[in-house]
């Protein structure tokens, strides 16, 4: 395969944009954009590109979105015929069909943030985090029929640091990716590169967030608080109730001291809660329902949290 010949490129996220870019910088040439089609957004239900789209239409590529690709005659024609010699995979959103597997002579080669077999899944970012890993990384792999179970081809590993968040892990892995599917592409070309099965012992899932996943339980001890919140930015975040309204959590820190979990405790123009384990957090930042993001020291003058308040309910 040589850096001028075929390749169809599927893709939809802000992640997907800086392997995009590296592929026609690398001289690699992407016939065609696969991304999701247009979607409402916003109280006026304006469609919105993808990201994809956008930066498709400002480098000039062929672009196409289809609303399914398993079943769709037209689809597989217009691939069939661009002939191409890979197909790579980064956040597209779609189940990639037997037919399409098997049309390109390298594959279709995924992107995966994260180090597989470990964060198999729709969020391996925000669950790696969550999950207080101090490593993480990104897996080239060769796409089979089960979710994220295909051979790896190449990985490259990324330290996460104690204040990095989802939002800030994202974009520097993505970089990473970027540059680790090009040297994939080029190792394939040269056959340097030997694909070897994952160890589906060593296997963990990452699944596509909720809601309630952001729901604080402070029976947890306070690290794990912290980590999901980290995890989890900037959807969906961290909440909980106080004096039955929601309250969210923007901001929070770890403190030693030992309070009962739920219970709240003022310390001058610090508003302690207690976790699990015996262990606590300082709310920081914080944001009552239908109220403003306001400091926790503006929150203790506005609404007076008592000793012994619970969080929660």
């Not at 498709?56 to 191409?84: C, H, W």
């Not at 970089?175 to 590169?193: K, M, N, P, Y």
Request: proline share 7%; with cysteine; glycine share 10%.
């Amino acid at each position: 395969m040589t850096q001028s010949s075929n390749l169809v490129f599927c893709g939809t996220p802000r992640f997907a944009v800086p392997t995009l870019d590296r592929l026609v910088e690398a001289g690699f040439k992407v016939q065609l954009v696969v991304t999701q089609p247009d979607r409402p957004q916003g109280r006026g239900l304006e469609l919105v590109f993808s990201p994809i789209k956008e930066r498709a239409l400002q480098l000039g590529l062929p672009i196409s979105q289809p609303e399914s690709i398993k079943n769709n005659d037209a689809f597989r024609a217009e691939l069939t015929a661009l002939k191409p010699e890979a197909i790579i995979v980064v956040g597209y959103g779609r189940i990639i069909p037997q037919w399409m597997r098997d049309l390109p002579p390298h594959g279709n080669i995924n992107l995966h943030a994260s180090l597989l077999p470990k964060y198999r899944g729709a969020a391996p970012i925000q669950w790696a985090i969550a999950r207080g890993e101090t490593i993480t990384g990104v897996t080239t792999m060769k796409i089979d029929a089960g979710l994220d179970t295909g051979d790896i081809l190449l990985q490259q590993e990324m330290a996460i640091a104690p204040d990095d968040t989802a939002e800030t892990v994202a974009p520097k892995l993505a970089a990473v990716g970027a540059d680790l599917t090009v040297e994939t592409l080029r190792r394939l070309q040269t056959g340097s590169v030997l694909p070897r099965r994952q160890d589906q012992a060593e296997a963990t899932l990452a699944p596509i967030l909720k809601k309630e996943d952001g729901l604080v339980d402070f029976s947890r001890p306070g690290t794990e608080i912290l980590n999901r919140m980290r995890g989890f930015q900037p959807w969906p975040g961290a909440y909980s109730k106080f004096r039955g309204k929601n309250l969210q959590i923007w901001q929070a820190a770890a403190i030693e001291r030992g309070l009962p979990s739920f219970e709240l405790k003022v310390e001058g123009d610090h508003l302690l809660v207690g976790c699990g384990e015996g262990t606590s957090i300082d709310l920081l930042e914080l944001q009552l329902e239908g109220k403003k993001r306001t400091s926790a020291s503006d929150f203790l003058r506005g609404y007076r949290p008592q000793h012994g308040e619970r969080l929660g309910s």
